[in-house]
């Protein structure tokens, strides 16, 4: 499958991957390669997995249950502490709706993170970002903050021209790539960038 073999791509070139949690279970059954460590509570490491991960010689950070952090939470944070430059976050879209919006806004406490998952990726942009994709692929901009002004777009089907986006709008959704790159620049504001393929 074309969506799983992107995933499993991004994972086995990363100079570090880190698997919060259950997260491990997934990389055992999707993605091919252990974890160079795993972190958080361990409440959802089942047995299959956490045998795999030993044989692998997989580092454990064990937190406990009680805590202020989500177990992706921390994880970031560790990867940040051990100098990661650019951090890809797989499998945050699914589950419970209360983590995805979390896994959202954690977005917006680094330049350098990025959700990815088989058919999209999201990213807070810095204000000058290029989207690489093909025409036909779905653009949407959220602001995330109260507004976001002087958005300029090009290559896209519906340009904006120096325009303001404000919370709960939904005038940035689905948008359309014309060509490979598109461009998306603004002045002011917390813009959340999400890119489909399909």
């Known amino acids: 499958m074309q969506t799983e073999a ?95 919006l979390a896994n959202v806004f954690l977005l917006t406490r680094a330049q350098n993170l990025r959700i990815v998952n088989g058919a999209s990726e999201m990213w807070v942009g810095i204000g000058k970002d290029e989207i690489k994709g093909h025409a036909g692929n779905v653009v949407s901009l959220i602001p995330l903050g109260e507004r976001v002004e002087g958005i300029t777009t090009s290559d896209l089907e519906y340009p904006l021209r120096g325009e303001t986006l404000e919370r709960g709008s939904t005038r940035g959704i689905s948008n359309v790539m014309l060509g490979e790159r598109a461009q998306v620049n603004w002045t002011r504001g917390t813009l959340l960038i999400v890119h489909s393929f399909a």
């Open 6 to 100: 992107r995933l499993q791509e991004i994972w086995s070139r990363a100079d570090l991957r880190v698997a919060a949690d259950g997260g491990a279970r997934n990389a055992r059954l999707f993605l091919e390669r252990a974890p160079h460590l795993v972190i958080g509570d361990m409440d959802s490491l089942d047995t299959e997995t956490r045998a795999w991960l030993e044989t692998s010689s997989c580092e454990f950070i064990r937190h406990p249950r009680a805590k202020d952090e989500t177990d992706l939470e921390l994880a970031v944070s560790l990867a940040q502490e051990r100098g990661a430059e650019e951090i890809t976050i797989l499998g945050a879209f699914g589950g419970r709706v209360d983590h995805f």
